[in-house]
């Protein structure tokens, strides 16, 4: 599709097979992809940074993406010194905010875990608790664990302890010459421990991910940024599968498929082009927010698919007697609608002449219906 073999492959994990890279690298391709957890190399480098501190360099530093008042995102990059298997470059990438974000989701599932283990130690001290066996017992100390996605931190001790229990020898009201047979019953209790060396050492770890990449002429910085570009282009994608409902279609001729495709792709650069000018015109106007979101909430970052779902209401009729126009109601733009459009540098009157031609221009060119 390039026309030449030295374009700059970006892709997730999914890309990362030895098969494939060895496939792009003897081409003379170039490649940056997400080095998967169950490789080597990622676990060398994870004991790594438990007895060394790697010499991170800055890559990024930006205000919060979400919240204003939340911390600093951070971006840091350093190149490990063992190369991959096959010779090629590990770039680890660390972020405060997915550390911080990993640190928190670890948090929460030791907090589940103990949760589960004090139900179940409840459930224990109940007089009808069924569980009377011990492997019974671990067990469900292991599902609570499971179930939490905690097992890798926390583990659970179960304990027992044997008390006497009196019984009548024989059934009636007690009295002065009834006799008691004495029987022994296990009682189990079980609680939760936090493996702290554990999470301290995973804590060590947080935010860090891996790119592996046989690129020796990019700087660690651009490795990032080219890396960094990849999820706006999946969210294009993306789009093409959820905004404009992309699907297969009962095409066998392959000129056909490429057409249909080239439509959607124009689509697509529509989409963006959109974006682009309504979110250049907020920065241009100063203006932070605007209110594109259901029970007009505001949006931040408005896209194609919201400012659409705007005009979508827009309704344009004709009065008609016969063959005969009588009269031509044009839509009713809100304030919000000639906000859109100014930021887009679109004139109303030009909108009017897309959304529904005059007829005059009908009966040369095309009608645009609602």
Request: hydrophobic share 40%; net charge positive; aromatic share 8%.
């Amino acid at each position: 599709m390039a026309g030449r073999p030295d374009f700059l492959y970006v892709a997730d994990c999914k890309l990362c097979s030895r098969a494939s890279l060895a496939h792009i690298a003897k081409q003379g391709g170039r490649f940056i992809t997400v080095l998967p957890r169950n490789r080597r190399e990622d676990r060398w480098f994870r004991k790594f940074v438990q007895v060394h501190e790697p010499p991170w360099e800055d890559a990024l530093r930006r205000p919060n993406p979400r919240r204003r008042s939340g911390p600093e995102d951070v971006w840091k990059v350093v190149e490990s010194e063992l190369p991959s298997k096959e010779g090629y470059r590990i770039v680890w990438v660390w972020n405060s905010l997915m550390a911080a974000e990993d640190g928190n989701g670890r948090q929460a599932r030791i907090e589940k875990a103990w949760m589960g283990i004090e139900r179940l130690q409840t459930k224990l001290q109940g007089k009808r608790c069924r569980l009377k066996l011990r492997e019974k017992v671990e067990e469900a100390a292991a599902k609570a664990l499971k179930d939490a996605g905690a097992e890798r931190w926390v583990r659970a001790e179960v304990s027992e302890r044997v008390e006497p229990v009196f019984r009548q020898e024989k059934r009636g009201h007690p009295g002065p010459k009834t006799r008691y047979l004495r029987r022994s019953k296990t009682l189990f209790s079980v609680v939760a421990r936090v493996r702290d060396d554990i999470v301290e050492a995973d804590a060590r770890s947080d935010g860090m991910f891996p790119l592996i990449t046989n690129c020796r002429d990019l700087s660690l910085r651009r490795v990032f940024e080219a890396y960094k570009f990849q999820p706006k282009l999946e969210k294009r994608h993306e789009q093409l599968k959820s905004v404009q409902n992309l699907a297969p279609v009962w095409l066998k001729n392959v000129s056909r498929i490429e057409a249909l495709l080239f439509l959607y792709f124009v689509a697509l650069l529509v989409h963006a082009l959109l974006e682009r000018e309504v979110r250049r015109g907020m920065v241009r106007d100063k203006i932070e927010s605007l209110p594109l979101y259901p029970e007009e909430r505001e949006c931040r970052a408005p896209s194609t698919e919201r400012i659409l779902d705007l005009f979508a209401t827009l309704q344009r009729h004709r009065l008609r007697q016969g063959d005969r126009l009588v009269q031509v109601f044009e839509p009713e733009l809100g304030a919000l609608h000639e906000q859109l459009l100014a930021l887009m540098r679109i004139p109303p009157s030009a909108f009017r002449l897309l959304f529904g031609l005059p007829s005059a221009i009908n009966t040369e060119l095309l009608s645009f219906e609602n």
